[in-house]
């Protein structure tokens, strides 16, 4: 192995705490990685790796290797794409919420693998919280607000919040005009992944965000049984409305308090501030962004 791929090698263990799965990511035996390191260790006359039973983690002069590692590959990666006009190849990892995902990301991605036919894509679907750098993941797309400092975080869209319910429910609970008015009324509840308590119903008001909290006789943890629940008729929900544009235009569901809606839900990309962007990953978030400002 040349420097570069050792160098490549190095920053994928200590990405994915593992030789086993890193010498698995570049396709390489095990025992080739294993002495690769060995070798780099003996020439740099430094302990790079502090390996135990369950993981493997960077040493101090580890940690300060793999941030020039980083840098170096990601000039190297961006100086061959710039004189070769070759467009960016190779696997590019991302982490997308699986609404988000069938929504906007899958309809456009035929044409952007054509664009790029040397890319191939690993799509992951979640929303819980991703440890980018120890899962080897290059991006994620989340809904809402951020509130991870170690992550660098790209808006790309805004999404419209509707309240609704189904006319069943509105026929038995009445239709609330105003605020006051969701007196006597109970919502479906989605329990938050990120906080582990059910959010409440928002609505802006002159400006100024209300919640209420209404009585729920059921409790979800997911986007498509939130949905699903309301067209039941069992109670008031908030969503992007995306998602249910097609029970709003078809009458299965009613959109309500249109004069006090939710504030929108923002939509974004998130990267590590330790890794340097490569050429892949920057013509994907483009890519999406685009994407997401036209469809959103």
């Known amino acids: 192995m040349d420097r570069l791929d050792v160098m490549r090698l190095f920053t994928r263990i200590v990405e994915r705490q593992s030789f086993t799965q890193a010498a ?4 390489l035996p095990r025992s080739t990685a294993t002495q690769a390191i060995k070798e780099l260790e003996k020439r740099l006359g430094v302990r790079l790796l502090q390996r ?18 980083v ?9 061959e794409a710039v ?49 980018l750098v120890r899962e080897g993941v290059d991006c994620v797309l989340r809904a ?14 805004l999404l419209e919040e509707v309240t609704c319910a189904s006319p069943d429910y509105l026929a038995r609970y009445g239709t609330p005009a ?19 308590t059910t959010l409440p119903l928002e609505f802006l008001i002159n400006g100024e965000r209300r919640n209420v909290v209404l009585p729920a006789t059921l409790t979800v943890t997911a986007a498509e049984t939130y949905a699903a629940a309301a067209r039941l008729g069992l109670g008031l929900i908030q969503m992007p409305r995306y998602h249910i544009d097609a029970d709003l235009k078809a009458g299965i569901l009613v959109k309500v308090l249109a004069e006090y809606p939710p504030a929108p839900t923002p939509v974004s990309l998130l990267y590590p501030h330790s890794r340097q962007l490569s050429s892949r990953v920057r013509v994907f978030i483009d890519w999406l962004t685009r994407e997401l400002a036209s469809r959103a």
Request: some cysteine; aromatic content about 8%; overall charge negative.
């Open 52 to 69: 135990t039973t369950r993981n493997v983690r960077s040493t101090l002069d580890g940690e300060a290797f793999y941030k020039r590692c």
């Open 83 to 131: 004189f070769s006009n070759a467009k960016p190849r190779g696997l590019l990892r991302v982490d997308v919420h699986g609404t988000l995902a069938r929504h906007f990301v899958l309809p456009a991605l035929p044409a952007f693998l054509a664009e790029y036919p040397d890319l191939q894509l690993h799509l992951g679907e979640s929303d819980r919280l991703v440890d």
């Open 144 to 157: 809402g607000d951020l509130k991870d400092s170690a992550m660098v975080g790209r808006r790309v869209a």
């Open 178 to 196: 105003t605020f006051d008015d969701l007196h006597g009324h109970v919502a479906i509840g989605f329990m938050s992944s990120a906080t582990g």
């Open 24 to 27: 698995q990511d570049l396709e």
């Open 71 to 79: 840098a170096i590959l990601g000039e190297v990666e961006d100086a």
